[in-house]
């Protein structure tokens, strides 16, 4: 498939949204919690308003944050191996 020049701009830019929210998310000044209403250790966050518990999510190895990294380089790699259509 070969890209048009405006959908290479598109596409560039998306990636470039998505580096940067991943960036924020993976910063070490942000947490990423789970909600579920049962603690199991002392280590979960428990609500005071609505007794909602939050338990910290690792962001680097086993969640669903993971498949950024793969997905920004998947789109890269579409953008190498795709020549703008002239």
């Known amino acids: ?5 405006c959908d ?9 949204d998505i580096r940067r929210g991943h960036a924020f998310i993976m ?3 942000v947490a990423v919690a ?4 049962h603690a199991t250790t002392t280590l979960h966050y428990t609500r005071t308003i609505d ?3 939050l338990y910290e999510v690792s ?3 086993g969640s669903l944050l993971c498949v950024l990294t793969s997905g920004i380089k998947r789109l890269e790699g579409l953008l190498n191996e795709n020549e703008v259509q002239q």
């Open 59 to 61: 962001k680097d190895v």
């Open 1 to 5: 498939m070969k890209l048009r020049k």
């Open 51 to 53: 007794g909602r518990v």
């Open 34 to 37: 789970k909600v579920d209403r």
């Open 8 to 16: 290479r701009v598109r596409l560039e830019s998306a990636i470039e």
């Open 27 to 29: 910063s070490e000044s």
